[in-house]
């Protein structure tokens, strides 16, 4: 057997024997994970190795194009889901999550923020106005790993290439309603709605037709950004990933879509909460090519 994909199955061993003689509440996620050493240093090739290597893959917590370069869940049973992801330098919004659980970096280097948010109106009834400020921001490096508690608003900016982190879900603890969603630094919140399939297979139509057919795309393109919910508009403009889309997307698609929902957004007098967002992102990525140098 791979020798990593054996430590693994170890871990959730040793762990299922814990919960079976101390019960779930009094198992400490973090510490176990911060005791797990075996696999800091993983290579991307010995990722994919341990994905082949297993007899059967347990039911995975993502597709595989939803969520970084690729996952991969190894372990889910009644108690906790372990996955692991190989992410590229792009970062992660601003988030928070839906459940308690744990994060251990395997591989890179990144900075990990903490956050807090002041909500003052609802624009729509899944975005919200208000004010995000920063609390708190830490340099981690490989083997360093830290608890993800229900609704804690953070973020993990890249400064390796390549980065890979192992999650651990506790699902006994997460209630069935928790929300989450994702916050568009100063000053929205997005609810982490899923878009529907309707709409998903709509931009993919689209998409083809910006290669094939560019005045015919333009009109259709119109048509449909016309007639979106200030949700789907707000997800266009700042979440066209593959995330929200389960699809990865050429930039000029990207590009022709995102600018036609930001000329809807000004018509419809909602581009100014975008505005502070933008001059984040450019703020942001000066202060990441200061670390990387």
């Given amino acids: 057997m791979n020798t990593h994909l054996e430590d693994i199955y170890n871990f959730e061993k040793e762990a299922l024997e814990l919960i079976s003689k101390n019960g779930?509440?009094?198992?400490?996620?973090?510490?176990?994970?911060?005791?797990?050493?075996?696999?800091?240093n993983i290579t991307e090739k010995e990722v994919y190795q341990l994905a082949l290597s297993s007899e059967k893959l347990p039911k995975q917590y993502y597709s595989e194009k939803q969520f970084g370069y690729f996952n991969v869940t190894l372990?889910?049973?009644?108690?906790?889901?372990?996955?692991i992801y190989i992410m590229n330098d792009i970062h992660t919004e601003v988030h928070n999550h839906a459940f308690n659980g744990a994060f251990k970096l395997l591989a890179g280097e990144a900075v990990h923020k903490t956050f807090q948010?002041?909500?003052?109106?609802?624009?729509?009834?899944?975005?919200?106005?208000?004010?995000?400020?920063?609390?708190?921001?830490?340099?981690?490096?490989?083997?360093?790993?830290?608890?993800?508690?229900l609704h804690t608003i953070h973020q993990i900016l890249r400064i390796a290439d390549i980065n890979i982190t192992l999650i651990l879900i506790d699902k006994k603890s997460t209630p069935k309603?928790?929300?989450n969603g994702y916050f568009l630094p100063p000053s929205l919140y997005i609810e982490n709605l899923d878009l529907s399939d309707d709409f998903k297979r709509k931009?993919?139509?689209?998409?083809?037709?910006i290669e094939t057919n560019q005045k015919f795309f333009d009109e259709e393109l119109k048509i449909f950004i016309s007639k979106r919910n200030t949700?789907?508009?707000f997800s266009l403009a700042t979440r066209f990933n593959s995330y929200a889309l389960e699809q990865e997307y050429k930039d000029d698609t990207r590009k022709s879509i995102i600018d036609a929902t930001l000329v809807e957004l000004k018509s419809r007098n909602l581009f100014h909460y975008l505005e502070g967002y933008f001059k984040y992102i450019k703020s942001q990525d000066r202060k990441l090519r200061f670390l990387k140098s």
């Fill in 24 to 40: 779930h509440k009094n198992v400490n996620y973090i510490e176990k994970l911060q005791e797990f050493n075996s696999l800091n």
């Fill in 75 to 83: 372990v889910n049973n009644e108690y906790f889901n372990m996955q």
């Fill in 117 to 149: 948010w002041e909500e003052s109106e609802r624009i729509d009834s899944a975005v919200h106005f208000g004010k995000l400020s920063e609390t708190n921001s830490i340099k981690f490096s490989t083997g360093d790993s830290c608890s993800i508690q």
């Fill in 177 to 179: 309603s928790a929300m």
């Fill in 203 to 209: 931009i993919y139509c689209l998409s083809i037709l």
């Fill in 231 to 233: 949700l789907e508009l």
